[in-house]
């Protein structure tokens, strides 16, 4: 089945440094969505991004199906931007959902 | 009002118990999903449905059972919980034929 890698698995950084977090994925995908795990565990749909490239605030993104990566993007990063940042792309036609590792970020003020 | 909601928020039980997961959306989607995640790690399928009458089993689905009750609810049982079941529950929902799932805000569940 769709393999799906996160990088880095951890990173941390001072508060108002800018970041780039990537998600590879082994096989052609129809959508890829990416989400925010907050420190109290819930999940915030950031984008939903097929393709081509989004922008919502501080955070962008970037999917290039063709080369079967994407690219989250945060500039000025805020305490509040700390938590497990997924992507995720469907399985099969199904929607089923395959989820990456995680990357881990702490913002530090 | 959030647009799906989970109940219990936080559950502790003992091994053996049945326990029941609750998830009501107002969205209007027709499927819907469970999905699990222990530490560390991304989420896991365990039930999909994408209408009342079309459940399917997940990745993970030994163990549990669901019930689709209505459009709009969508319940995830654990008939006898054992501990290797503490996790956090997620349920989401999507339309048909879109892609892009929403979650609900999750039940985080020990079994001792």
């Known amino acids: 089945g769709i393999q799906v890698e996160q990088s880095p698995p951890d990173l941390i950084l001072q508060e108002g440094a800018n970041s780039t977090l990537r998600c590879n994925f082994s096989d052609s995908v129809n959508n890829l969505q990416w989400f925010h795990q907050n420190p109290w565990g819930q999940l915030i749909n950031l984008f939903y991004?097929?393709?081509?490239?989004k922008q919502n605030g501080r955070l962008s993104a970037t999917t290039v199906a063709t080369e079967r990566y994407s690219l989250l993007y945060i500039s000025s990063s805020q305490t509040t931007d700390s938590g497990v940042y997924f992507c995720?792309?469907?399985?099969?036609?199904?929607?089923?959902?395959?989820w990456g590792a995680g990357t881990k970020l702490i913002i530090k003020p | 009002d959030a647009d799906v909601t989970q109940t219990p928020r936080n559950r502790i039980t003992k091994t053996g118990k049945r326990i029941m997961l609750e998830c009501s959306q107002t969205k209007g989607h027709d499927r819907m999903y469970w999905y699990r995640q222990d530490p560390g790690l991304g989420l896991r399928l365990i039930y999909y449905?994408?209408?009342?009458?079309?459940?399917n089993k997940g990745e993970i689905s030994d163990g549990y059972s669901v019930s689709r009750q209505a459009q709009a609810k969508f319940s995830l049982s654990l008939e006898s919980a054992i501990p290797n079941q503490t996790a956090l529950y997620f349920c989401?929902?999507?339309?048909?034929?879109?892609?892009?799932?929403?979650f609900g805000p999750g039940t985080r569940l020990t079994v001792l």
């Open positions: 989401a929902t999507s339309e048909l034929g879109a892609g892009e799932q929403f």
């Open positions: 995720a792309v469907p399985m099969d036609s199904n929607y089923q959902l395959i």
């Open positions: 449905s994408f209408d009342v009458k079309d459940i």
């Open positions: 991004i097929p393709s081509g490239t």
